[in-house]
């Protein structure tokens, strides 16, 4: 009886060990799985400063490319996909203090191939009370250039003022 006993707490033993180890490999079992994607660069943007130098007071100035090499190919911008869109966004709505216009003409320098739009059109037109421009549709992929023209009228100040004005260009695809 003490031989059954033992085999019989033996048995029991190795059946609990097999239970056991397989509970373990059931709760430790674990998986995993990828989810890999590139993130594609739509447009590169490459913009140029410019300095004007100096207006008098109650002076109005035009400025082109002839005359301000860096307003010429002053935005640049390789698409490698039709249809995105280009936006202007400028501080010009803070300048009305020391200007009574400002407007920064926007024009199509160079366009690629196939494109509804030509050079030497007009892409928008940013200007004291119009700051930001609506969305500008690059059509065709492609090397999008564009030249800047400038008007500016001063008003009158009391003592010489230093002024900046910042375009942000972004461009996002649909």
């Given at each position: 009886m003490e031989?059954?006993?033992?085999?019989?707490l033996n048995i029991l033993l190795i059946v609990t060990s097999i239970g056991i180890a397989?509970?373990?490999a059931?709760?430790?079992?674990?998986?995993?799985?990828?989810?890999?994607q590139n993130v594609q660069n739509i447009a590169t943007i490459t913009l140029k400063d410019f300095a004007l130098g100096n207006i008098e007071e109650g002076q109005t100035l035009t400025y082109t490319k002839s005359g301000?090499?860096?307003?010429?190919s002053a935005i640049t911008v390789p698409t490698?996909?039709?249809?995105?869109?280009?936006?202007?966004?400028?501080?010009?709505?803070?300048q009305d203090a020391s200007y009574t216009t400002y407007d920064i003409v926007v024009k199509y320098a160079s366009v690629p191939v196939g494109s509804t739009h030509a050079a030497g059109d007009t892409a928008t037109t940013l200007t004291l009370s119009q700051p930001d421009s609506a969305a500008i549709n690059l059509d065709v992929s492609g090397s999008w250039?564009?030249?800047?023209?400038?008007?500016?009228?001063?008003?009158?100040?009391?003592?010489?003022?230093?002024?900046?004005v910042t375009i942000t260009v972004?461009?996002?695809?649909t």
């Open positions: 031989y059954a006993r033992g085999s019989l397989g509970v373990t059931y709760v430790y079992q674990t998986g995993q799985m990828a989810a890999d301000v090499p860096s307003l010429g490698t996909k039709a249809n995105v869109y280009l936006h202007l966004s400028s501080n010009l709505a803070s250039v564009f030249d800047l023209e400038l008007t500016t009228s001063a008003r009158s100040v009391s003592v010489d003022t230093a002024t900046t972004t461009a996002e695809s």
